[in-house]
């Protein structure tokens, strides 16, 4: 990701040595936190399945869309404790049609720490059963509630979060190659080609993207894997992002194959495609390393927005689009189950970290700014 | 090159862009192994000869190239096709074109009308506590999802009480005179606008921060301060009128992503418009809606981008239109 970034050099003589633009851009405040934040984000999807308390598919239908588990600090004498909980039981009120939870309290569960609890593999590869907190069963941790099929919300926003987290880059990974590649090839061909490509471009930029994007899943046929479908919206979401790229790319080998170092390499006997390859693409990188950070943070909007929609990842799946689905779904108790946001805040402060990154990591790698800082 | 003239030729251009647009739709949606009678199929009470017949009413027992010219003569004939909930989709389309159209103007209305005093705000006072509060309220703007904002909106809206949750009428609209039924409306349209408008805010705001700061560093503003000309006079007259034409562009573009931008937001608030009408033609596999819904799309970008260039060219004399 962006630890890469102190690889790009500055093609320019140094009279002093400068802060590398990876230092540049950890001094921001700003952009620490973020990068600290977002850190923090990575490091809990990839190690989802010890520290949530249950797995993805976990459920217990007794406590379906119940309340988050109310954790007691203090005992019946009102003195300090270790935390224990209360399992729940559900109550149905005939006259006015709601189910409420209350608590039995004649047997406390405390919190345990690094607790056995069910199998899971971490990548797929490393097996374990320790979870990093939890509680006996019967009763239930469920620190954000259940949502309607008992399934854990604080478990499942961790297995969202690896589904959310890394489509951005995926898509990425396929959108940047073809955008590269296209608008290189486009630029280096020049003439009646480069028109044709570039009008292809322009088609798929003109469809508003929104729509393409849930025109694209909509050919997506119903009943497949859970991994074929995501790989498929990760493609689906590259496929809307590469062309704008393409363009810029175009723009920038046409005016860099004019520079005065790239018509050296020509007039020294380099073929030209060997020249586009090794000098123009090159000196692209630095905006292709901001348009990057700022392509991941739109990539990560869209699958949440199709999955929120019923369109990307599904159910029982976890993303934090298709989590966010059931506030929609209780739109008006949505007051009294404010907690059915926290998937859209996530999504929130992903994206905004993401940006804040993408924003200084620009300043830094702007060449006008260079002889400032 | 007079601008009939130019208009003249950037339709003619859009002729080629649509038709490969529509080839690349067609493609796409053909794609799909996706049987769009299949809820017909499912149900036994309707005969073998009625799905025939649909089948050759939506023109499905042809070959897709066949599909595609029939779709295309009946295009330029102004027939859209008929959708697969019946009745034809031009009539669909225009039922919530209205709405969409309604909601977009405000919503450009709105942004405009708080952007540029913010951003001229922000770039006089750059670097003071003004800038910085807009600065924070942009950042969270361009980060926060269209439909986690029109969520957090409705809890307000559940909250205070004072604002309806979704919806464009209310369901007595029909039996309020003509006063009752605007101030109705208005009342609906507070919350998909204020969402709409706090998202489109961000990105206009800073463009004209970052512009105004460009041109005020010009030499000419140096000079006109240098003359004595009182500072207002000189940022309103001098400076923000040479900052604008950047913006311009902006606004023609600005206009279609609206199209995007509003489609979750009307899927959250339940407002009758043409993006959740897509997103339901998408959702029922209900092909025609969902290729004339794309062709619009592509058209209204088309037009605003048009739009954008001829404003610009009204604006700034020293453009040349080539």
Same mark, same amino acid.
Not at chain 1, 240 to 262: C, H, N, P, Y
């Given at each position: 990701m962006?630890q890469? @970034? /102190?690889g790009?050099t500055?093609?320019?003589?140094?009279?002093? #040595?400068?802060k590398? $633009?990876w *230092?540049r851009? !950890?001094? =921001?405040?700003?952009?620490?936190?973020g990068l600290?934040?977002?850190?923090?984000?990575?490091?809990?999807?990839?190690?989802?399945?010890?520290? @949530? /308390?249950?797995s993805?598919?976990?459920?217990?239908p007794?406590? #379906?869309?119940?309340? $988050?588990? *109310?954790?007691? !600090?203090? =005992?019946?004498?009102?003195?300090?404790?270790?935390?224990?909980?209360?399992?729940?039981?559900?109550?149905?009120?005939?006259?006015?049609?709601r189910?409420?939870?209350?608590?039995?309290?004649?047997?406390?569960?405390?919190?345990?720490?690094?607790?056995?609890?069910?199998d899971?593999r971490?990548?797929?590869?490393?097996?374990?059963?320790?979870?990093?907190?939890?509680?006996?069963s019967?009763?239930r941790?469920?620190?954000?509630?259940s949502?309607i099929?008992?399934r854990?919300n604080?478990?499942?926003?961790?297995?969202?979060?690896?589904?959310?987290?890394?489509?951005?880059?995926?898509?990425?990974?396929?959108?940047?190659?073809i955008?590269?590649?296209?608008?290189?090839?486009?630029?280096?061909?020049?003439?009646i080609?480069?028109?044709?490509?570039?009008r292809?471009?322009?088609?798929?930029?003109?469809?508003?993207?929104?729509?393409?994007?849930?025109?694209?899943?909509a050919?997506?046929?119903?009943?497949?894997?859970?991994?074929e479908?995501?790989?498929?919206?990760?493609?689906?979401?590259?496929?809307?992002g590469?062309?704008?790229?393409?363009?810029?790319?175009?723009?920038?080998?046409?005016?860099?194959r004019?520079?005065?170092?790239?018509?050296?390499?020509?007039?020294?006997?380099?073929?030209e495609?060997?020249?586009?390859?090794k000098?123009?693409?090159?000196?692209?990188?630095s905006?292709?390393?901001?348009a990057a950070?700022?392509?991941?943070?739109?990539?990560?909007?869209?699958e949440?927005?199709?999955?929120?929609?019923g369109?990307?990842?599904?159910?029982?799946?976890?993303?934090?689009?298709?989590?966010?689905?059931?506030?929609?779904?209780?739109?008006?108790?949505?007051?009294?189950?404010?907690?059915?946001?926290?998937?859209g805040?996530?999504?929130?402060?992903?994206?905004?970290?993401?940006?804040?990154v993408?924003?200084?990591?620009?300043?830094?790698?702007?060449?006008?700014?260079?002889g400032l800082? | 090159?007079?601008?009939p003239?130019?208009?003249?030729?950037?339709?003619?251009q859009?002729?080629?862009?649509l038709?490969?647009i529509?080839?690349?739709?067609?493609?796409?949606?053909?794609?799909?192994?996706?049987?769009?009678?299949?809820?017909?199929?499912?149900?036994?009470?309707?005969?073998?000869?009625?799905?025939?017949?649909?089948?050759?009413?939506?023109?499905?027992?042809?070959?897709a190239v066949?599909?595609?010219?029939?779709?295309?003569?009946?295009?330029?004939?102004?027939?859209?096709?008929?959708?697969?909930?019946?009745?034809s989709?031009?009539?669909?389309?225009?039922?919530?074109?209205?709405?969409?159209?309604?909601?977009?103007?405000?919503?450009?209305?709105?942004?405009?009308?708080?952007?540029?005093?913010a951003?001229?705000?922000?770039?006089?006072?750059?670097?003071?506590?003004v800038?910085?509060f807009?600065?924070?309220?942009t950042?969270?703007?361009?980060?926060m999802?269209?439909?986690?904002?029109?969520?957090?909106?409705?809890?307000?809206?559940?909250?205070t009480?004072?604002?309806?949750i979704?919806?464009?009428?209310?369901?007595?609209?029909?039996?309020?005179?003509?006063?009752?039924?605007?101030?109705?409306?208005?009342?609906?349209?507070?919350?998909?606008?204020?969402?709409?408008?706090?998202?489109?805010?961000?990105?206009i705001?800073?463009?004209?921060?970052?512009?105004?700061?460009?041109?005020?560093?010009?030499?000419?503003?140096?000079?006109?301060r240098?003359?004595?000309?009182?500072?207002?006079?000189?940022?309103?007259?001098?400076a923000l009128?040479?900052?604008?034409?950047?913006?311009?562009?902006?606004?023609?573009?600005?206009f279609?992503?609206?199209?995007?931008?509003?489609?979750?937001?009307?899927?959250?608030?339940?407002?009758p418009?043409?993006?959740?009408?897509?997103l339901?033609?998408?959702?029922?596999?209900?092909?025609?809606l969902?290729?004339?819904?794309?062709?619009?799309?592509?058209?209204?970008?088309?037009?605003?981008?048009?739009?954008a260039?001829?404003?610009?060219?009204?604006?700034?004399?020293?453009i040349?239109?080539?």
């Amino acid at each position: 990701m962006i630890q890469e @970034a /102190p690889g790009f050099t500055i093609p320019t003589a140094r009279p002093r #040595a400068r802060k590398t $633009p990876w *230092q540049r851009l !950890w001094r =921001d405040p700003l952009a620490r936190l973020g990068l600290v934040v977002l850190a923090l984000f990575y490091l809990a999807a990839g190690l989802a399945d010890p520290i @949530a /308390p249950y797995s993805m598919y976990f459920n217990d239908p007794d406590v #379906a869309n119940a309340p $988050p588990t *109310q954790v007691h !600090w203090h =005992d019946a004498q009102a003195r300090p404790t270790w935390p224990f909980i209360y399992p729940i039981e559900r109550r149905f009120d005939p006259m006015t049609f709601r189910q409420t939870y209350h608590e039995k309290t004649d047997r406390a569960y405390p919190i345990k720490l690094f607790v056995k609890g069910e199998d899971y593999r971490i990548f797929g590869i490393l097996p374990g059963n320790i979870h990093l907190f939890g509680v006996d069963s019967p009763a239930r941790l469920f620190l954000l509630g259940s949502d309607i099929n008992g399934r854990d919300n604080f478990s499942r926003l961790f297995f969202g979060a690896q589904k959310s987290l890394t489509i951005g880059f995926l898509g990425l990974f396929i959108a940047f190659p073809i955008g590269i590649v296209y608008g290189g090839v486009s630029g280096f061909l020049g003439g009646i080609v480069d028109n044709i490509m570039m009008r292809v471009a322009e088609a798929v930029m003109s469809i508003p993207s929104f729509y393409l994007l849930i025109g694209l899943a909509a050919i997506l046929p119903p009943g497949m894997s859970s991994s074929e479908r995501f790989a498929l919206i990760t493609v689906i979401l590259s496929l809307i992002g590469w062309a704008g790229l393409a363009r810029v790319i175009r723009g920038m080998v046409l005016s860099i194959r004019e520079e005065e170092f790239v018509v050296a390499a020509r007039a020294a006997g380099l073929p030209e495609f060997i020249n586009i390859v090794k000098h123009v693409i090159p000196q692209t990188a630095s905006f292709v390393i901001v348009a990057a950070t700022l392509q991941v943070p739109s990539f990560i909007l869209s699958e949440s927005g199709l999955s929120f929609i019923g369109l990307g990842i599904q159910q029982p799946d976890a993303s934090w689009g298709n989590m966010l689905k059931a506030a929609l779904d209780n739109v008006n108790d949505l007051l009294n189950q404010p907690w059915l946001i926290a998937p859209g805040i996530l999504i929130f402060i992903t994206i905004l970290c993401f940006n804040t990154v993408g924003d200084v990591l620009r300043d830094v790698l702007d060449p006008k700014s260079q002889g400032l800082a | 090159m007079s601008i009939p003239v130019y208009i003249l030729k950037r339709v003619l251009q859009a002729i080629p862009l649509l038709f490969i647009i529509s080839v690349m739709s067609f493609t796409m949606l053909k794609l799909a192994p996706i049987d769009q009678l299949a809820y017909l199929r499912a149900n036994p009470a309707i005969s073998a000869e009625a799905i025939r017949a649909e089948e050759e009413r939506l023109g499905l027992n042809k070959p897709a190239v066949v599909q595609y010219f029939i779709w295309l003569s009946n295009l330029l004939r102004g027939d859209l096709g008929v959708s697969t909930m019946g009745g034809s989709v031009f009539v669909l389309l225009m039922q919530r074109a209205g709405a969409t159209l309604l909601l977009s103007v405000l919503t450009i209305l709105f942004t405009w009308l708080i952007a540029l005093p913010a951003g001229v705000i922000a770039a006089v006072h750059r670097g003071m506590w003004v800038d910085k509060f807009f600065g924070i309220i942009t950042t969270i703007g361009m980060s926060m999802p269209t439909f986690l904002m029109a969520l957090l909106l409705l809890m307000v809206a559940l909250w205070t009480r004072a604002l309806p949750i979704g919806g464009l009428t209310s369901p007595d609209f029909y039996e309020r005179n003509l006063l009752g039924q605007i101030i109705d409306v208005a009342h609906h349209l507070v919350i998909p606008v204020t969402v709409l408008t706090f998202i489109g805010l961000a990105g206009i705001q800073r463009q004209v921060r970052a512009n105004l700061l460009d041109v005020l560093r010009a030499e000419y503003v140096r000079t006109a301060r240098a003359k004595g000309l009182p500072e207002d006079k000189v940022i309103y007259k001098h400076a923000l009128r040479n900052a604008i034409n950047p913006l311009i562009t902006l606004f023609g573009f600005e206009f279609a992503s609206l199209l995007s931008g509003a489609a979750l937001t009307e899927m959250v608030l339940a407002y009758p418009g043409l993006g959740r009408l897509t997103l339901e033609g998408v959702l029922t596999k209900d092909m025609n809606l969902v290729m004339a819904a794309l062709m619009l799309g592509a058209v209204m970008l088309i037009l605003g981008n048009l739009l954008a260039d001829v404003l610009l060219k009204l604006v700034d004399p020293r453009i040349s239109l080539e």
